[in-house]
């Protein structure tokens, strides 16, 4: 059997709890992977290290290509810039990925919800440049290139197709923005006339799109944004099916592929052993089905599967984290889908 190693970078909050309840749950699924722990954020630094990134762990992301990380608390205001924006742009991690499903037994408003929502994962406002005008006037820069709305835009249209997904929507504002979206969306028709014509393709202005999601989002399949918007939509959509907790992600560049759940370090609840571990476990399934697809093994699937197996039918029984409405801890559901994995 082939073991892959993949870099496991805990973060913070309650990044660790969630880590290591993932770690469990593979063990006893026999996923074929070797963590190698590396750090980033506040727990770099708490570590000694003098870099928020540090070079060795984005050496080890680019040496073993895959990374499963938790979240990294950002603070608002001056001195600290995100160290996830940095690792998504230091690794050209262009396509962020956030599959969102209704799940069984986690009952919402919603029934039915399968989405996926297609983030382009390195400029638009995330550029950061914002400059100080003059005394009480900031001008936040939005960096739209053509490359990148062409790049997402192909990815999106491929994956689509692999996936054997129908629509594409494009969320975009290109009534007021009209140069940056309308560049992203002037790229998507391109793409789809040229190169996907059996792809079903609409262009939807964002607040309109909005409405039409909480009122029907079956009428919805893949939803592709621009970075901000991707960002907003993906934790909107989270709501629809249980929150944070249960909403996995992918970052995906043309080498390199960092799985991460879409909550942040929830400081609230950390350290209490409560979180929810399912977005990070999902998380880490989407990374077991990519090793499964680009390395052919099928070790990993099966492995991804059995987890699966193990949390679907916990949520089915009633087996849920307190932010579900049950009243399991973190390890008390890690637990729960052991027990259940095999069938
Ligand atoms: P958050 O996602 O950390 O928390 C929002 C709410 O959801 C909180 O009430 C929290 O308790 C709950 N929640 C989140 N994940 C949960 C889980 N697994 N189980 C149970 N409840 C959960 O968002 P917030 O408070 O806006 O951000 C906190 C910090 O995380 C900030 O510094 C932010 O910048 C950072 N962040 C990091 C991300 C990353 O590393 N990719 C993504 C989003 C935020």
């Avoid at 408003?109 to 400029?123: A, G, H, M, Q, Y």
């Amino acid at each position: 059997m082939t073991t892959h190693t993949a870099v496991l970078i805990p973060g913070d909050g309650i990044g660790p709890e969630v880590s290591d309840a993932v770690k469990k749950v593979f063990e006893a699924a026999e996923a074929p992977i070797k963590f190698i722990t590396r750090y980033a954020g506040v727990a770099a630094l708490e570590r000694g290290k003098d870099d928020l990134l540090p070079a060795d762990t984005v050496d080890a992301v680019r040496e073993h290509h895959i990374a499963l990380k938790g979240p990294c608390t950002t603070p608002i205001g001056a001195g600290f810039s995100s160290v996830n924006v940095a690792l998504r742009k230091k690794l050209n991690l262009y396509a962020a990925v956030r599959p969102v499903r209704s799940l069984p037994g986690v009952k919402t408003r919603f029934e039915d919800v399968d989405l996926i929502i297609v983030r382009e994962n390195t400029e638009g406002l995330y550029s950061g440049i914002e400059n100080l005008i003059t005394d009480g006037v900031v001008a936040s820069l939005k960096v739209a290139t053509r490359v990148a709305c062409h790049r997402i835009a192909h990815w999106t249209f491929k994956y689509a197709t692999h996936r054997q997904r129908e629509k594409i929507s494009v969320f975009h504002k290109a009534n007021i923005m009209k140069l940056s979206d309308g560049m992203f969306i002037e790229e998507s028709r391109k793409v789809h006339e040229e190169d996907y014509p059996n792809i079903k393709y609409e262009e939807v202005i964002i607040d309109a799109a909005e409405m039409k999601l909480v009122q029907d989002p079956t009428q919805f399949d893949i939803i592709l944004c621009e970075n901000l918007y991707g960002d907003i939509v993906s934790d909107l959509c989270a709501g629809m099916v249980g929150g944070l907790g249960v909403t996995p992600g992918a970052n995906i560049g043309d080498e390199d592929a960092v799985f991460e759940a879409v909550h942040g370090s929830a400081p609230d609840i950390a350290g209490k052993g409560i979180a929810n571990p399912l977005a990070l476990l999902m998380s880490g399934t989407m990374m077991l089905n990519r090793l499964a697809d680009t390395r052919r093994d099928e070790n990993c699937a099966k492995a991804a599967e059995r987890i699966k197996l193990g949390y679907n039918q916990a949520l089915e029984d009633g087996q849920k984290t307190r932010d579900l409405g049950g009243e399991l801890n973190t390890n008390g559901f890690v637990q729960a889908v052991i027990e259940r994995m095999n069938g």
